[in-house]
């Protein structure tokens, strides 16, 4: 056990001790490994600035920080006990009203304890001679707002009514016993609002609207590009209408409105002229009103001179669905197209958080991550999901956003409501009503000769060459589009480069013709460092990475705010993006922006990992197929995840009209059942068509490189499958006899197996499916001792070190990667935590923490990866073993986190372990045995066929047999 020491300094706890920081987590003790290893992640965290590193032995936490830890973790590393006393906070005078004081204090046993603002020490009470208590972040928060307030120069009604909305929101965070609050603003219901929306009803000719109001959170997540829903209101039910009539009824808005009985709704002074405009807007005839939906910010920067004021102004996903009903762009209804994404057929997420069953709609999902995070953000206790009240944690935003189907920081593209205005386009979707003309104007290009564009130490392989020239040949014959869906780990990139590289050689198009990559925001590193390290001089020529701060260049001075589907205009140079050779953007960027795109002509458009346009009915995919493109590669090493409209979709993008059929044909003919009629397709794809070259061209690892190659060996299942021990079994039971009982239904009961069958005594448990047990009294060891996964992954690593070699570790949980890096820190006695990757770690910080693990010396290491953040784009060649702790659904998935290590630049032999825990009674219907076989038997199809690979819920039903009575 550590023992700290802390002070305060400059406004920050200095928390220190006699070891080094960089040693802390080895000789932390069991209750101490859980608030470090948070505090090591926030230090990471730059941009956070709650914690920042001071000298070799100590670390500076920020008061939030400290006022926000939990008091077992306070505890843990020696701060001092949670303040015990009663925080009484008193008034006088009627609010609001000139003659309104408001004051607080502390009491104890009905006594007053007189404390003074000297007595409070940033988050502390100084109760003298060395005795200190430590503030919750509520009841520290609610004494800076009164101290504010107390220290204004002069009363306002605005400043009064603020303040106690500001301490009304606070007031439930405060733990029970703790608080005592003056009757009048105790039982006052004040809402503040701080911005507003508007709610639109179209009937026949008539068109109503009305103000949604909006409190502070949702203003911050709005102006952080997050979606807003309606149902996220302010006022809910009776009191919005409420709201609506009273709003509708005077000629200017009030500073507060009365709801009901001690209900009250106050309007921020910075919203009150917009909601005049508002009113007026609303009483205006039809063409007005369309006008005004249309422009909503033009109008609201007219109305108050300064751009600030658009931002209070939330464009709810609502609002923006209805105006596209005047007219405007309207999402593609397949009510025909099979729902193949979803997991396990259900259309809720189910989580167990903190003793309750939360239930999130799966389309909410992405909306209730950055929901909690907001919440996470601002300090908040507690966050509202769908009625029930749970903590604010990143840890469970994290946990929750490991089930979207894309990449944390460049999320999967969903149907995107608040378009209003896009290019449109002839669909094939229930008839082939458009095929690409061949680009008869395209010239062509010689013989392939790598030697020309490569530097000279890079050498093509074989099946790279033979790529390099199927992409010449396709483009030679006319081919609008080609697919090159190569295994994970043949150098898709560079053959991509190298036939770039090519084209502009040969000059067979218009200088005012660049190339366009689009890429997953996590990858936009690794094209600009692959392009530097494989072609010569200078590449492809100059380049302009649009995205984020840097696509602010590109735009139009003077020109409109906001993004293009939202104003209708063109709002990127087009002259300016001409100048460059080559432009790198995200799948992101193409969507906002795609009427800029739409109007270049692209010599070539290269779509890497291709699949985050696979959803038709996504803006992302419409613009895709707008664009207009002399000839487009489609990059995957999964053209199939979940269904087959994905295959048609992306062969839309490419070439459309190759594929013969328009989508509803498509999917009712290509079903997972016909397995003819799929070898069918496959061939009709990866052969040549007359005189036109293949328009896929897919090699699997094993038959094209051979010998080239690292062998590859899979550990035997039987060596790697452990007995679960007695307290892991247990806890299984339970969620067995819950269903069982029909207490709980199949799905949770799926992702109950799932997180047991990892560890009973998980850091995010929590819930009824699990025993109370502290873990924070075990050893490593008997942490280690209690799951038959980390029982088998540790033997393994436990022979990579006495190799001293290097290892891959794959983990869905969040919370339970920052565990599994401090066990592997302690036992093995390394100087730094292991690395890791997920959703939170940003594009360029995951290229520098790849890199760090490729330079570091021979010897023994660990990295741990998401398998959904760290399944593409990743050279990990430094490692030779791979562990996959947790498994996702998708075998594609798993087979690309196993090639990071084992593709080409691996010198060593790769080993792969697959931990796998098995019951006590009936182990052949284990959770870890079923998964495995219906993973290794979609491996074995998908190698044949293009068939989905994710699991269904009835599929391990079918494997899973009825259980009988333990």
Known sequence: MIEFKWERENDQIRLSSSISYLDWLDHADANQIDVLSLLDELLLDEDNGTVIKDGEYAISLSYDCVAMLSDEDAKAINLPDTCPYILDIRRQGILPSPGFEIWWTFSQDDSDLWLTREDIKGCFIDLGAGDFYRLPFAQYKIIQLINQYQDKDQYSDDLCLELVSEIKALLPEVDEGHLQCAPQIQKMSLKHARAFGLKVEVTGDEIEMAPVLFDREKLKESQDGKEIMEGEGLLEGQKASRFSELFGRHEETRRTYLLGSGDYVYIDPSIRKLLDLVRTKSRAGREEKIEFLHSPHKYIKEATGTEASEQLFIETSEFSDRVTGLGEWEENQLPWLPDESLEWSDDNYYFYIENKLVRIPKDALPDIVEKIRGAVERGDNSVDIYGTTVTADGEIADALEELLNAEPDDPAERPHPSVKIVPLKQENYEELVYRTRSKENRGSLPSANPSSILREHIRLKEHQREGLEWMVDAYNKRHNGILLADDMGLGKTLQTLAFLALLREAESVDSDCPVLIVAPLSLLENWKAEHGKFLRDSGLGGHATLHGTELHRFKKQGGARGRETDTGMSMLDLDELKKYDWLLTTYGTLRDYQISFAQIEFSCVVFDEIQNAKNPTTLISHAACILNSQFSIGLTGTPVENGMSELWNILDILSPGYIQMDLNSFVNTHTAENLHTLRKLADFLLEPN??????????????????????????????????????????????????????????????????????????????????????????????????????????????????????????????????????????????????????????????????????????????????????????????????????????????????????????????????????????????????HQLLDRKRKLAREIFYPGNVQEDEFRELREAPVND
Not at 773 to 782: K, L, P
Not at 846 to 856: E, G, H, I
Request: proline share 6%; glycine share 6%.
């Open 690 to 931: 007359g005189a036109l070259p293949p328009i896929i061209l897919r090699r699997l690892k094993e038959e094209v490189l051979g010998d080239e190659l690292p062998d590859i060996s899979v550990t035997e299942i039987e060596s790697t499958t452990r007995d679960m021990p007695k307290l892991q079994d247990e806890h299984y039971s339970q969620i067995q006899n819950k269903i069982l009982s029909g207490e709980i239904d199949f799905l949770p009961g799926l992702q109950g197996f799932r997180r047991v069958s990892l560890h009973p005594v998980n850091p995010t448990s929590g819930d009824e499916l699990e025993f109370n047990i502290d873990y924070q009294d075990m050893n490593d060891a008997e942490y280690i001792g209690h799951s038959a996964r980390l029982v088998v992954a540790f033997k393994a690593l436990d022979d990579i070190f006495e190799r001293q070699e290097k290892a891959l570790i794959f983990i869905l949980n969040i919370r339970f990667q920052e565990r599994m890096a401090a066990l592997v820190k302690r036992r093995y006695k390394m100087k730094h935590k292991p690395l890791i990757i997920n959703g939170r770690v940003s594009g360029k910080t995951r290229q520098m923490r790849v890199d760090d693990f490729q330079k570091k010396p021979e010897g023994f290491d660990a990295f741990i990866i998401s398998p959904r953040a760290g399944g593409v784009g990743l050279n990990l060649t430094a490692a030779n073993h791979v562990i996959h702790l947790e498994r996702w659904w998708n075998p594609a998935v798993e087979d690309q986190c196993t090639s990071r290590a084992h593709r080409i630049g691996q010198t060593k032999p790769v080993r792969v372990v697959i931990p796998r825990a098995r019951r006590l009674v009936r182990p052949d219907i284990s959770f870890d045995l079923v998964l």
